[in-house]
Nanobody, 123 residues
Framework: QVQLVESGGGLVQPGKSLNLSCEASGSIFSIRSMGWYRQAPGKQRELVAKVPSGGTTTYADSVKGRFTISRDNAKNTVWLRMNSLNPEDTAVYYC?????????????????WGQGTQVTVSA
């Protein structure tokens, strides 16, 4: 089995920073892409940022220049550094990873999600 565990959410004032982290654990053969999505009340879940195992990172236009995604392949961990936060960034943030497992003599590829962590930006 595979688990994604997020941490780092909370309440922060506008203009401040926050760091999110997500660690994948379990019977992992390899991790292809890792990323973060968010969902605000009454809105659809949207991509925030993603980073492949090799290649160019992708950011939503709304967070470019403010957020930075990074990962450590050896630790199966992805981080999201969020600067200059504003109330529009308030949402539940979800970690996601596309993971290859080896189970029952087969390689299996699935997309996994964390449980979500609340980020609230308010004065």
């Amino acid at each position: 089995q595979v688990q994604l565990v997020e941490s780092g959410g909370g309440l922060v004032q506008p203009g401040k920073s926050l760091n999110l982290s997500c660690e994948a654990s379990g019977s992992i053969f390899s991790i292809r892409s890792m990323g973060w999505y968010r969902q605000a009340p009454g809105k659809q879940r949207e991509l925030v940022a993603k980073v492949p195992s090799g290649g160019t990172t992708t950011y939503a236009d709304s967070v470019k220049g403010r957020f930075t995604i990074s990962r450590d392949n050896a630790k199966n961990t992805v981080w999201l550094r969020m600067n200059s936060l504003n109330p529009e960034d308030t949402a539940v943030y979800y970690c996601t990873a596309f993971i290859i497992r080896y189970s029952d003599h087969k390689y299996r590829a699935d997309n996994y999600w964390g449980q979500g962590t609340q980020v609230t930006v308010s004065a």
